[in-house]
């Protein structure tokens, strides 16, 4: 990082400070942060900060979002982030797009014919090479949690796939020491059998969200999903994709999901009522 921008984040955060209340009830409302220690914690808090005063926010059709609202879509896109300086604050977003609402966006493909097909097809979110993330708000409000579901890792999931040479394949970025060979063979061996299940049967009942067998780019934003929504379920079912995904972010949110449920575990102390945040 350079100087000057170390030196212009740093009098930012000197000037805006998240609020400890604000902060208290995002954690509130982001279960998959349990378990963060408290350097992470810290991490997180600031790099918000810096992440909405550096990208584009546009709203559409009327929405309007409160600090605590644009907290929880921040803090989300950047989880993965947590240790990877490499990727700092997504330095290939240079926007993000939320709609009130799913979305339309229209399609086209050309078949291996040569006949170009175009239609319109619903939406909750969408990465684009050209630097924008879109989102629908509800998606955002239903991520967060430990049910295998995260819109905003989803989508930045695309972005920083994108960082290595502009495509956008399911090759991210890989660290010293992790062999190419292992990820694409942890990664080709699930995507092929996640396909072969619905090859056999359309409607079968897989681990995965069936749309990760759209292609090798969905599967690695599905599974950067799982790894941080149901870190339980990947680990237990794909292993080796869990062991990569573990490299990559240098993260491991299973340890987290067991912190989370230890703690919801916990008898409430008497009194405790009156603490609760409002
Ligand atoms: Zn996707």
New binding site residues.
Partial sequence: MGFWRAWRERRLLERVAIADELWARLRQRLPILDGLSAAEDTWLREHCVLFLAEKRLTLLQGLELDDGDRLLLAAQALLPLLHLPEAALYPNVREIVVYPDAFVSPQRHRDEGGLEHEWDEERD?E?WDRGQVVLAWPGIQASGGWEAYNLVI??FA?LLDLLAGGLCNGQPPLHEGMPQAAWTGALQGAYDDLNRQLDADPDAQTVLDPYAAESP??FF?VACEYFFSAPDLLGEHYPAVYGQLQQLFRQDPRSRLAASLASMQQPTPPGSEARTPI
Avoid: F, L, Q, Y
Wanted: glycine share 12%; charged share 40%.
């Fill in positions: 979110g990465a989803h989508e695309h780019e969905e934003a």
